[in-house]
Each structure stands twice: as C-alpha cells, then as structure tokens.
C-alpha cells in the first residue's frame, strides 16, 4: 500500500473509511458486544472510536480518539451497558480527525436523544451546511455525520415517527451512507439508495445485530442473515424487524475497491467472499502480465491473497518477502524524506533468506503517489532481490473519491502524470503491470450487485461538484 507524502501515521497509507456496528438485544450487554465487534472492524478505522447505550430509554455514550484497545477500559464499558447500543470506528474521510468528530453523534433535541454512526461520505456537503445554517442550525463538527443527524431530527419535528424521519432525511441526501440510528426505543439502520458501502443485519440468538462487514457478526458469535438492499431502512422495535424500502430505486454500486483493499478478508460481501475476489484478482493479473520469474510475494496485508492468486494461475512460487510489524501504532512522523523512508523499514522488512538471488514478483493493491512503492521495492534489492516486477491488483488511480475513501484529487496521482514507463521507472521496477479495467469487471463473479469503479474510470453513479484536496 503507497504512502502518502505528508506527515501521516505511519501505519497508515490509503485510508480505510469508517465502520458501524449495532445490536438490539433484550438480555442486554449491548455496549460489550459492540466493542467485540468494533475490534473486529478496527482495520476500517483507527483514529477514533465510540460506542452509545440505551438502558430503560436511557442513552449514555463514550468516544474518544484511539484504538478500541485504547479507548474503552472494562468500567467504561460496564457503565454504558444497555439493551440497544451503536459504535463506530473512525478514519476521518471529511473533517478533521479530533475528538469532537468521533462518532457516535450524540443529539438531545425536543422529541429525545438520537445515536448516530456513518460510513460514507455526503456529496456537496458544502452546500448542504450552509443550506441548514441559514435555517439556523449550528453544527459542533466538521463531519458530514452531523448533518445527517441534524437532517433527521429536523424531519422528526414533521414525522410521526423516528423511521419515517430517516426515510424522509435520507431520501434528500446524496452520496455514501450506511447508517446506524438509535433512539430510546428503536434502532434503525439504513443504506444509502446507491448502496456505496456495505451494511449487513445478523442475528446471535435473540439479538439483532448490524455491521460494516460480516466479520464482526461472526467475530461476536452471531450469523449473518443478509445484507441491506440500497436504499432500505430497516427497524428494529421490541425484537421486531420491519423493512422500510420507499427509498430503493432498484440501482446498486457497491464500491469495488471494498474487495482489493477496504474488507476484511474473511468479510462476505453481497455474497462474494473478499479474500476470494483477490485471489481472483491476482490470478487475472496473471494471466494480463506474465513474466518469468521465481517468487511471487505479496506486500502486507491486502496484497498478499492476491499474491496468492498470481502464484496460483502462474504457477511460480508463493513466497513470504516481508515480515510486518503488527505494532507499529499510531506515532506521528516527521514529513522530511528521510522519516517516510524510516516509517517504511519500522513498518516493513524483507526476508533475505526468501529473496535473495531470486526474480521476484512483488504484488501490491494500489499505487497513490508511488513514493512508497518505490521504497518497497528497495527493501526487496537491499535483501538480495535480483529482479523486482510490480504487479498491482487493481486498475491505475485516474479520478479520485467522493464517496468516503481518501483517494486524492488528480494533481497527487501519479497515474495521471506519468504513463506506465514512467512509474515503473519512478519506482525502480523491472516491469510493472495493473489489473485491467476489464477484469476489475470479473474479480468478483459472485457479488449480487452493481459496483462504483469511479476512482479507476473517472465516471461516477452519481453526479459530483468538487475536487477532493
Ligand atoms: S470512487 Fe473508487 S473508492 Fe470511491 S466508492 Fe467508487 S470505487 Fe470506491
């Protein structure tokens, strides 16, 4: 995964968005659950976390900036417990990353308290704001999330129900969001009418349980039942489930960049196994860009089932070419060069003992800036590496996103200056080879929908106004 050039986290390269967990369930201990299953969604987002409880109509709530490890201790969790609780995990993909903008968002207003958590990102936010400003509202945060909370508790003053709100609030929205939303008696999940971002309802016996991503339902013993149809609301009440789907218009376009990086591997997502589809796509990048070689390895974490795929379908090798450290955490670096190179050797080693002497294909999910791959592609020379061919499982950068992942605006892609020749000599490659439009459209011949491919093709499901910066 390529780094970016500024100072950044160092364990940290093109971000995972945001992941939700809910769970209704009349034994209570809902905030526990909810951080098992934030831990298992950790990967969507490491900046901030929090969860929010209703115990007898009571909402009570914790966030902070930090892991789940870090944030939640065993006393915070035993003070938030309850019967109903959301929780989320936070990279921040809109708005600045600080304590006031971890989620959930927490609102008393004149009909109670709402509970709010977003994966996603609105589009023409800008707009929106000032739309509600003049009408009044002050926000607290720069997240896009607030305006959706202030967006259905203002329809609520209008609607004879919470539902009916977030039916009526969404249906204006635009862009990316699977919701979580609580009040005293009810949980509602909701997905956007696109159906950008994933969203799943499980059970684990009398509970009911929502997620970002099927891991977290199994993680907390429970099974998935289904996934959330674009546009549908879905409540939960008393342990009764009703569908809400006034808002599907039968379009679907999952991001397909869920599958080559976001999801965790074990995730399932409309019905196609994640580690399933980059073995698929490292087994077409294969078949697009042989090359004569002895080891094929794959660059930690997400680039090494595709590896696997690439092995598999060449028939060379699969070797393991670097050790992580799992235990990098979140220190800041200094953005001189010689820092970002420093970040590069703490959070990665190649193994000379796998490739030294050997023609190496080294597999990687994406090039962002190709700073980072440059430096990757070193650590594989310095070990002993006689040949490195890159291979990427995914197309090139072209456009970037507006729908909740940090790909950046054209001018800091490097796919957008340089042509193939170029990057592969800007990172030191012997070849270099990118999944192909085409077979992005076949890595996941089991998903029941459509997908997003906007940041690889330029033309998005829906229509957008800004550049991000
Ligand atoms: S633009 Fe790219 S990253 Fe964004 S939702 Fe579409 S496919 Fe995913």
Same mark, same amino acid.
């Given at each position: 995964?390529?780094?970016?050039?500024?100072?950044?986290?160092?364990?940290?390269?093109?971000?995972?968005?945001?992941?939700?967990?809910?769970?209704?369930?009349?034994?209570?201990?809902?905030?526990?659950?909810?951080?098992?299953?934030?831990?298992?969604?950790?990967?969507?987002?490491?900046?901030?976390?929090?969860?929010?409880?209703?115990?007898?109509?009571?909402?009570?709530?914790?966030?902070?900036?930090?892991?789940?490890?870090?944030?939640?201790?065993?006393?915070?969790?035993?003070?938030?417990?309850?019967?109903?609780?959301?929780?989320?995990?936070?990279?921040?993909?809109?708005?600045?990353?600080?304590?006031?903008?971890?989620?959930?968002?927490?609102?008393?207003?004149?009909?109670?308290?709402?509970?709010?958590?977003?994966?996603?990102?609105?589009?023409?936010?800008?707009?929106?704001?000032?739309?509600?400003?003049?009408?009044?509202?002050?926000?607290?945060?720069?997240?896009?999330? +607030?305006? #959706?909370?202030? =967006?259905?508790?203002?329809?609520?003053?209008?609607?004879? @129900? !919470?539902? /009916? *709100?977030?039916?009526? $609030?969404?249906?204006?929205?635009?862009?990316?969001?699977?919701?979580?939303?609580?009040?005293?008696?009810?949980?509602?999940?909701?997905?956007?009418?696109?159906?950008?971002?994933?969203?799943?309802?499980?059970?684990?016996?009398?509970?009911?349980?929502?997620?970002?991503?099927?891991?977290?339902?199994?993680?907390?013993?429970?099974?998935?039942?289904?996934?959330?149809?674009?546009?549908?609301?879905?409540?939960?009440?008393?342990?009764?489930?009703?569908?809400?789907?006034?808002?599907?218009?039968?379009?679907?376009?999952?991001?397909?960049? +869920?599958? #080559?990086?976001? =999801?965790?591997?074990?995730?399932?997502?409309?019905?196609? @196994? !994640?580690? /399933? *589809?980059?073995?698929? $796509?490292?087994?077409?990048?294969?078949?697009?860009?042989?090359?004569?070689?002895?080891?094929?390895?794959?660059?930690?974490?997400?680039?090494?089932?595709?590896?696997?795929?690439?092995?598999?379908?060449?028939?060379?090798?699969?070797?393991?070419?670097?050790?992580?450290?799992?235990?990098?955490?979140?220190?800041?670096?200094?953005?001189?060069?010689?820092?970002?190179?420093?970040?590069?050797?703490?959070?990665?080693?190649?193994?000379?003992?796998?490739?030294?002497?050997?023609?190496?294909?080294?597999?990687?999910?994406?090039?962002?800036?190709?700073?980072?791959?440059?430096?990757?592609?070193?650590?594989?020379?310095?070990?002993?590496?006689?040949?490195?061919?890159?291979?990427?499982?995914?197309?090139?950068?072209?456009?970037?996103?507006?729908?909740?992942?940090?790909?950046?605006?054209?001018?800091?892609?490097?796919?957008?200056?340089?042509?193939?020749?170029?990057?592969?000599?800007?990172?030191?490659?012997?070849?270099?080879?990118?999944?192909?439009?085409?077979?992005?459209?076949?890595?996941?011949?089991?998903?029941?929908?459509?997908?997003?491919?906007?940041?690889?093709?330029?033309?998005?499901?829906?229509?957008?106004?800004?550049?991000?910066?």
């Amino acid at each position: 995964m390529d780094l970016p050039q500024q100072a950044q986290p160092i364990n940290q390269g093109l971000h995972e968005e945001c992941g939700v967990f809910g769970i209704y369930d009349p034994a209570g201990g809902c905030a526990q659950t909810t951080y098992y299953g934030l831990y298992a969604l950790q990967h969507r987002g490491q900046e901030a976390c929090g969860i929010a409880a209703i115990n007898n109509r009571e909402q009570s709530f914790y966030k902070d900036v930090g892991l789940v490890s870090e944030v939640f201790q065993r006393e915070t969790l035993e003070r938030l417990n309850g019967t109903m609780a959301v929780g989320h995990v936070r990279y921040a993909t809109t708005g600045a990353g600080e304590r006031e903008n971890a989620q959930p968002l927490t609102i008393k207003y004149v009909k109670g308290t709402l509970a709010v958590v977003h994966n996603g990102n609105l589009v023409g936010i800008d707009r929106l704001r000032q739309e509600f400003e003049y009408k009044g509202a002050i926000f607290h945060t720069t997240s896009d999330s +607030e305006l #959706i909370a202030y =967006a259905i508790a203002q329809a609520r003053l209008h609607c004879g @129900s !919470v539902e /009916q *709100a977030v039916c009526r $609030a969404t249906a204006e929205l635009k862009g990316a969001f699977s919701l979580l939303v609580m009040s005293p008696q009810k949980l509602i999940a909701c997905r956007d009418p696109w159906g950008f971002r994933p969203l799943c309802m499980g059970r684990k016996g009398e509970a009911i349980v929502f997620a970002s991503e099927s891991c977290a339902i199994q993680a907390v013993g429970g099974h998935v039942e289904r996934e959330l149809e674009p546009g549908e609301i879905v409540v939960v009440q008393d342990g009764e489930i009703r569908s809400i789907r006034d808002n599907c218009r039968g379009e679907s376009h999952l991001c397909i960049f +869920e599958y #080559i990086y976001f =999801a965790r591997p074990d995730s399932v997502i409309a019905g196609q @196994s !994640v580690h /399933q *589809a980059r073995v698929n $796509a490292g087994r077409l990048l294969a078949r697009e860009h042989p090359v004569e070689a002895d080891l094929v390895v794959g660059v930690p974490d997400s680039g090494l089932d595709a590896a696997r795929g690439y092995a598999l379908e060449s028939g060379i090798p699969l070797g393991m070419g670097f050790v992580k450290n799992r235990y990098v955490g979140r220190t800041f670096i200094t953005p001189d060069q010689a820092s970002r190179e420093q970040a590069v050797r703490i959070k990665l080693s190649a193994l000379a003992s796998e490739v030294a002497g050997k023609r190496v294909v080294m597999v990687d999910d994406s090039i962002v800036r190709g700073t980072t791959c440059r430096q990757i592609i070193n650590l594989l020379r310095e070990a002993g590496a006689t040949q490195v061919h890159m291979r990427v499982s995914a197309p090139p950068f072209i456009a970037p996103c507006y729908f909740g992942t940090d790909i950046p605006n054209r001018e800091k892609l490097i796919a957008c200056h340089h042509s193939l020749e170029e990057i592969q000599h800007l990172a030191g490659a012997d070849s270099l080879g990118y999944l192909s439009l085409e077979s992005l459209d076949k890595l996941a011949p089991d998903a029941k929908c459509g997908f997003c491919r906007g940041c690889f093709t330029g033309e998005y499901p829906i229509e957008v106004e800004e550049e991000n910066s």
